[in-house]
C-alpha cells in the first residue's frame, strides 16, 4: 500500500478532500458489482488510494452512505451536463420532465454495476432516509433545468412528485432495462400533466387565507364571522 496522503500547508483541506472523495469513489466503483455497496468495500477502496483507517474517518465519516450521495451527486452532474445540450425552451414541459429524467437515468447506467448495488444500499430501512434526500436533490436539479421558478408551495409540491417518478424510475432503469424505465416515466407524466390539467384555476390558498383572516380578526378584537 503506498503512503497514505496527509494535508499540508500548501493544499487546502477542501481541495485535497474533494479530489480524493472522486478518487475513492473510482475506486469504490471498480470494487461495488464484487464485494457490494457496505464497509468492506469503503475499506478496500480506502486502502486502493492509500488511505489509512483515520484518513477514511476523515473523508468519509458515514462511511458508505458518504460514498452513495458522492455517486448520486456524480450522476447529477453527469445528467445536467448532457442536458446543457438540450434547449429546454424548444420544448413543452413534458418533453422537458421526459428528458431530465431520461438523462438521469442514463447517467446512473454509465456504472450500472455499481448502481445497481448502491440502489439496493439505499433501499434498506437504516438508508431510506439518505435515498428519499438524494431522490429530492435530484428532482431539484432537473426541475431547475426544466426552467421552474416557483418560489411558493409549487416548488416544493412539483419536486415531492418528481422525485416519486424517479425513485421506481432509477430502479427500474437499473434493473429491468431502459425500455421498461421510459415507458413509465411516460405513464407517469401523464398522471401528472392530468392532475395540473386538474388543478389549473383551483384556489389551493384559500383554506390558508381564512385561517390567516381569522386569526388576524382575533388578534386585532374584531368580531369573527
Request: hydrophobic letters at 45%; charged letters at 30%; glycine letters at 6%.
Amino acid at each position: 500500500m503506498t503512503d497514505a496522503p496527509h494535508l499540508s500547508n500548501e493544499t487546502p483541506e477542501g481541495d485535497w478532500a474533494d479530489r480524493m472523495e472522486q478518487t475513492v469513489l473510482d475506486a469504490a466503483l471498480g470494487l461495488a458489482p464484487r464485494l457490494g455497496w457496505n464497509s468492506r468495500m469503503v475499506r478496500a477502496a480506502c486502502e486502493a488510494c492509500g488511505l489509512s483507517r483515520g484518513d477514511e474517518e476523515l473523508l468519509l465519516p458515514n462511511g458508505a452512505r458518504d460514498l452513495a450521495a458522492l455517486l448520486s451527486r456524480r450522476h447529477d452532474d453527469r445528467a445536467l451536463a448532457a442536458l446543457a445540450g438540450v434547449d429546454a425552451k424548444a420544448l413543452k414541459m413534458r418533453e422537458r420532465i421526459a428528458a431530465a429524467v431520461s438523462a438521469r437515468m442514463e447517467a446512473g447506467a454509465a456504472d450500472l454495476e455499481a448502481t445497481r448495488r448502491c440502489a439496493a444500499f439505499l433501499a434498506l430501512p437504516p438508508n431510506a432516509d439518505l435515498g428519499l434526500k438524494l431522490a429530492w436533490e435530484s428532482a431539484d436539479h432537473l426541475w431547475t433545468w426544466a426552467g421552474d421558478t416557483a418560489t411558493d408551495w409549487n416548488h416544493y409540491s412539483k419536486r415531492a412528485i418528481l422525485s416519486g417518478i424517479l425513485i421506481p424510475a432509477l430502479t427500474m432503469r437499473w434493473f429491468d432495462g431502459r425500455e421498461a424505465a421510459e415507458a413509465f416515466v411516460a405513464a407517469r407524466i401523464e398522471n401528472v400533466m392530468a392532475f395540473e390539467k386538474w388543478k389549473a384555476g383551483k384556489d389551493f390558498d384559500a383554506p390558508l387565507k381564512k385561517v390567516t383572516d381569522v386569526l388576524s380578526r382575533m388578534r386585532y378584537g374584531a368580531k369573527v364571522q
